[in-house]
């Protein structure tokens, strides 16, 4: 696929050098992709978060996290942990390349690498995923004070009970929630206590109020066999605290 056929695609490049970040970000524009800049572990989640990058460039050695558990918690995370992850590294060592592996990694190159086979594996890890959507990402606001949100601007009364659901998603944004685990954590139902359907019910009706397209839903979304997650970013104003 020729550059000028591709989409434009989001590449987290996460790197605590800025030489290597420079050269990754000069190789792949070329392909006329949108490169996001992280020099630590703790910058690459907030960032895969905000953008949901279509591929992650992972050093292995960060200054805060090792890019091994780094790729862990990535892998945890809503959204991301299909992304494909790109391992960079100076070592040679065949343990490092079969640990990178097992930690969710698709794909390994060794540092110094020639810029040629960089823009072909990335080329390669794209072909295997769906361009993202660009501007399809809901912000959330929470009005201070009041049982309300603000959605892309519109203001939206919530109910409390509502209110706390949403709330209690948004605070734990790089989880998904079941039934069960709501029941428990939220209403303080003993283990296996409680109706689920009360939870779903609560879910349609948010969402009903919430999402442009009920029936699609992209605010609140789940995963069969893993629960619900919020799928929008989260700008926080008052009470509600940022994670």
Known sequence: MSPSTQSERFILAVDDDPDVRATIKRVLERDLHHIIEAPDGQSALRLAREHRPDVI??????????????????????????TPILFL????????????????????????FATRELTARVRALLRRTAPRVPGKIAVLQFVPDKTAVIVDGRTVTLTPTEFALLKYLCEHPD???????????????PPKGGDTALVRNHIRNLRRKIEPDPEHPAIIVSAHGRGYAIGA??????????R
Not at 59 to 72: A, K, M
Not at 233 to 242: L, Q
């Open 57 to 82: 460039i992972l050093d292995v050695s960060l200054p805060d996290i090792n890019g091994f558990e780094l790729c862990t918690m990535l892998r945890g995370m809503p959204f991301v942990n299909d």
């Open 89 to 112: 590294s100076v070592h040679q060592n065949a343990q490092a390349v079969a640990r990178a592996l097992d930690c969710g990694g698709d794909d390994y190159m060794r540092k110094p």
């Open 175 to 189: 989880e998904h929630h079941s039934a069960i685990t709501l029941l428990e954590n939220l209403w303080k139902y």
């Open 233 to 242: 970013t989260v700008d926080y104003r008052g009470s509600v605290p940022a």
